[in-house]
């Protein structure tokens, strides 16, 4: 593979919908959406082009010290 064609096949790997990641599984179900790998994937279609701004969204709806800034003392 070239230059351009590693480049490309990283920008489709990177818009990819992480389905089976459990953070955005648990995300999911809390709000209420399908939290099945598969039917994550199917709904995510209608994310696109943003589907990693949602990825971000989802991972910062669960009540985890990780997702605190500035950190609690």
Same mark, same amino acid.
């Given at each position: 593979?070239?230059?351009? #064609?590693?480049? @490309?096949? #990283?920008? $489709?790997? #990177?818009?990819?919908? *992480?389905? +089976?990641?459990?953070?955005?599984? @648990?995300?999911?179900? %809390? %709000?209420?959406? *399908?939290? #099945? *790998?598969?039917?994550?994937?199917? !709904? +995510? @279609?209608? /994310? $696109?082009? /943003? !589907?990693? =701004? +949602?990825?971000? =969204?989802? /991972?910062?709806?669960?009540? @985890?010290?990780?997702?605190?800034? *500035?950190?609690?003392?």
């Amino acid at each position: 593979m070239d230059e351009t #064609s590693d480049r @490309h096949a #990283s920008a $489709r790997r #990177s818009r990819r919908l *992480p389905e +089976a990641d459990l953070g955005v599984r @648990h995300a999911a179900e %809390l %709000l209420g959406l *399908p939290s #099945s *790998p598969a039917a994550l994937v199917e !709904r +995510a @279609h209608i /994310w $696109r082009p /943003w !589907r990693a =701004y +949602a990825v971000q =969204y989802l /991972w910062s709806v669960d009540d @985890h010290r990780i997702n605190d800034w *500035p950190p609690r003392s």
